[in-house]
C-alpha cells in the first residue's frame, strides 16, 4: 500500500524559513511527479509546486520566488523550502505524487496534511 508521510509543518514567525518533506513509501516502481499544493481556510487547494522524476519544476500562480521544490529520487522524497514566510502562506499543505506501484498500478496520491501557521 502507497502511504505519503509529510512532516516539517509547524507555528513560525513571519520572516522565518520552513521545510517540509514528504516520503512515498510502499511497493513503488516509479514516482512521476511529485509536489505540494496548500489549503487556506475558506479557500480552494490550489498548486504550490510541482518537480517530475526528470527535475523539471513547475510553480502555481500565487507562489513568488520565496519558494523552491526539490526532490530526491533515491529516497522518493519530496521537499519544498520557503523563505521569509508571511502570514498569508498559512495553510495546510498537502503532499501529492503520481506513481506506478510494482504490480503496474499507477495512481495519484496525497498526503494527510501538515498545518503551516505564520504569526506576524
Known amino acids: 500500500q502507497v502511504q505519503l508521510v509529510e512532516s516539517g509543518g509547524g507555528l513560525v514567525q513571519a520572516g522565518e524559513s520552513l521545510k517540509l518533506s514528504c516520503t512515498v513509501s510502499?511497493?513503488?516502481?516509479?514516482?512521476?511527479?511529485m509536489g505540494w499544493y496548500r489549503q487556506a481556510p475558506g479557500k480552494a487547494r490550489e498548486l504550490v509546486a510541482s518537480v517530475s522524476v526528470g527535475g523539471i519544476r513547475k510553480y502555481g500562480d500565487p507562489v513568488d520566488g520565496r519558494f523552491t521544490v526539490s526532490r530526491a529520487n533515491a529516497k522518493n522524497t519530496v521537499y519544498l523550502h520557503i523563505d521569509n514566510l508571511k502570514p498569508e502562506d498559512t495553510a495546510v499543505y498537502y503532499c501529492k505524487a503520481e506513481i506506478t506501484q510494482i504490480n503496474g498500478a499507477r495512481d495519484v496520491y496525497w498526503g494527510q496534511g501538515t498545518q503551516v501557521t505564520v504569526s506576524s
Open positions: 510502499g511497493k513503488i516502481l516509479i514516482a512521476y511527479d
